[in-house]
């Protein structure tokens, strides 16, 4: 598609966006789940989850807003266009947390959507689409795995029935958790099917770029790709003051060599410092004092925008290994892998140009971490905004983000929602 344009209505919608109110909401947001160091715990199903959608429902009814559900637990907010049967406008994130979590990660998405609907009406606008804010079920994947399940389940990625039956640690299953989800929020109506005309969603970035360089909003291109790989080095068990240097085969000096190598060989094919590679797990056997290592066993993940670049570094990995293995067998092993993705360049051309008619300082980036977005740009174009956290921090109780910045991020998002409805 075409971007739209980013006319007076637009601009009259990011105008009544109001900096204190989305503030005070998300203080409101944060107070479910509180932690005495200023963070949240609010686990996917938990009550305190359950209690934020109960408070969601409650601003829906007082600004007019229909609220429906469907059988995964996302609660959705919507607006009705002049036109009920178009295909809606979505913007939306999520609501539960990690256990030690932020007051950002997921409720500034929700929170600036419907900033940015009730913007849109006190300015007066009817939209063409109707606009649909979403609270996305458990995209955090902290109490059950798979994390993005809600999202997952409305693109059609993961199949409900296979969801229900799993289970936290307690042992209690998703089905029974979401009971307590619906519970909380009685008699929703079910939501239709219809496919999203487009989706937005507001974020913060994760990561330091834009605080580092002073800009207010990340126009984000897509998702980086990732792999993640095994490398398990076999050596030869032996005594440690008996057995001379030259007759050792120790799996723990050809693993750390094969390391640093790695390292060496990535910081020079990535001057920029783009790539994202970590060896996070480290296991050596038979891990005792005084016997040379016989097995050593670690983790690469591999993060990178561009999929050809996924696949040549990777594929240098296990030639590197091999030279660093000084006579020890050597396995490399691909576990799993997702290929980038690639936002609609329409809706991100949408996003660049409302930041531009706002005159915010911005940026293209990529984002690092995964987010429901990702599933939703398999349905229809999508799109993500970014806006600054206090260095870089996230999954942190720590977490924090400026009243200014998250507003100008719902600025941007409000005029993007008004081009896309009317288009
Ligand atoms: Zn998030």
């Known amino acids: 598609m075409t971007p739209p344009t980013l006319d007076d209505d637009a601009l009259a919608a990011a105008g009544r966006v109001d900096r204190d109110r989305l503030w005070q909401r998300l203080m409101e947001i944060a107070r479910f789940g509180a932690t005495g160091r200023g963070g949240v715990n609010r686990q996917a199903f938990s009550a305190e989850d359950a209690a934020a959608r109960r408070q969601m429902a409650d ?13 995964i637990g996302n609660l959705y907010l919507r607006r009705p266009g002049r036109d009920p049967e ?6 939306g994130s999520h609501l539960d947390s990690q256990p030690t979590g932020g007051k950002f990660d997921g409720a500034y998405g929700v929170i600036a959507g419907l900033e940015a609907l009730q913007a849109i009406a006190q300015a007066g606008l009817e939209t063409a689409r109707p606009i649909e804010l979403v609270a996305w079920s458990n995209e955090e994947g902290s109490r059950f795995q798979p994390g993005c399940m809600g999202s997952g389940v409305f693109a059609g990625e993961m199949a409900l029935a296979d969801l229900l039956p799993l289970v936290d640690a307690e042992g209690i299953s998703v089905e029974a958790a979401l009971a307590g989800l619906f519970e909380a929020t009685p008699g929703l109506p079910a939501r239709p099917a219809a496919a999203p005309a487009a989706y937005i969603e507001a974020h913060i970035e994760q990561g330091p770029i834009l605080e580092r360089e002073g800009r207010t909003i990340g126009v984000v291109g897509g998702v980086q790709g990732m792999r993640w790989l095994t490398v398990e080095v076999t050596g030869e068990a032996a005594h440690a003051g008996t057995t001379p240097r030259a007759a050792r085969r120790d799996a723990l000096k050809a693993a750390t060599r094969m390391v640093v190598a790695l390292e060496a060989a990535f910081a020079e094919a990535d001057p920029e410092d783009i790539l994202r590679f970590t060896v996070g797990r480290f296991e050596v056997e038979p891990n005792s004092p005084n016997t040379v290592p016989a097995r050593v066993f670690f983790t690469i993940d591999f993060r990178h925008p561009e999929a050809a670049a996924i696949e040549d570094l990777c594929g240098r990995i296990e030639g590197i290994c091999r030279a660093q293995a000084q006579g020890c067998p050597v396995t490399v092993t691909t576990i799993s892998g997702l290929p980038p993705c690639v936002f609609d360049p329409a809706v991100v051309a949408t996003v660049r140009g409302a930041a531009e008619r706002l005159a915010l300082s911005h940026r293209d980036i990529m984002s690092g971490a995964g987010h429901d977005a990702m599933n939703l740009a398999r349905l229809c174009p999508t799109g993500m905004i970014f806006v600054p956290c206090e260095a870089g921090v996230s999954h942190n109780e720590a977490e924090n983000a ?11 998002l409000a005029a993007s929602l008004v081009a896309l409805a009317n288009r």
């Open 402 to 412: 400026t009243p200014d910045d998250l507003a100008a991020g719902t600025r941007v």
């Open 86 to 91: 178009a295909a809606p406008v979505m913007t």
């Open 59 to 71: 601003w829906a009814a007082s600004l007019g807003l229909h609220c429906l559900t469907d059988r």
